[in-house]
């Protein structure tokens, strides 16, 4: 799969991405980024708006679709919302590290799931070595401490999307 989602990334095109989660779960949008191990893709949410960034295990893809009638009465919202691309701003050595340094340079909240189905929100505070620091957030928005995960264990992280920033308007409000 990781030649067609360079394929795609090269075409700056709309894919519906479906991952091993669901077989009738999947989510729309841009390959911002691909190596062997993960993706990041920019998220279109289903009313055609910016949704954010979601790093996923490549490995966990079981079908691309492209050219679809969802993905063509997207084309027809986006730009109703005003619909552009985000840049990250941000290199890191891979996929996974880019998501990382992004969110822990802005500051931004995010979600990471592991392969245990666990997972945690809140500010990345350190991804150096192997293991990803967070200062953690509940669904109220406040501080719950400090939480930490092997990199190695992440097979999944969403930042910018409706959730997180709900969580990061709750954690500011005192």
Request: aromatic residues 10%; hydrophobic residues 35%; charged residues 30%.
């Amino acid at each position: 799969m990781i030649n067609v989602l360079k394929k795609i990334k090269n075409e700056k095109s709309l894919c519906e991405v479906y991952t091993t989660s669901g077989a009738d779960s999947f989510t729309v949008g841009f390959v911002y980024d691909c190596d062997d191990d993960f993706y990041i893709l920019e998220c279109v949410s289903p009313d055609g708006r910016w949704d954010g960034f979601q790093c996923r295990e490549t490995e966990d893809i079981t079908m691309i679709r492209q050219e679809t009638p969802c993905i063509k009465a997207l084309q027809k919202l986006m730009p109703f919302y005003n619909f552009y691309h985000k840049d990250m701003n941000a290199d890191g050595k891979d996929s996974l590290d880019t998501v990382l340094q992004y969110v822990r340079k802005n500051r931004k909240i995010c979600r990471i799931e592991t392969y245990r189905d666990s997972g945690m929100s809140g500010f990345v505070l350190d991804a150096a070595e192997n293991v990803v620091t967070v200062s953690l957030i509940n669904g109220g928005g406040q501080n719950m401490g400090i939480g930490y995960v092997l990199k190695e264990d992440i097979d999944f992280i969403s930042v910018d999307s409706e959730d997180e920033l709900r969580l990061e308007i709750l954690s500011k409000q005192k």
